[in-house]
């Protein structure tokens, strides 16, 4: 069962990097969990976010890239950004090459 997140509460802000875009969506997801390798069982089962559900459904595989130890406000501060790809260490490398 996934743990709601409480306001506060310490966990992991995950980075999903997606290996093909989805048409309409973007290529991230960022998320937060108590537990990221249970969220990532769970996302990979097409539980959660539809958005994944949806790249699970298309075959698109996907891992996570990055995290960081905070809370969900962390969470919204990143995803706030809108600038998921600059924090991707996968785009960045491949923009690198
Ligand atoms: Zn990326």
Redesign the pocket.
Known sequence: MLIKAVEGMEGTVY?I??ETPIAGHA??YIGWAANVEARLYYHRKKKGAKMLAHAVGLGIAFSI?REWAGGKDLERKLKNRKK??LL?????RNAEA
């Open positions: 980075l990097h997606l290529q991230h890239v998921a790809r991707c260490p996968v785009c960045r």
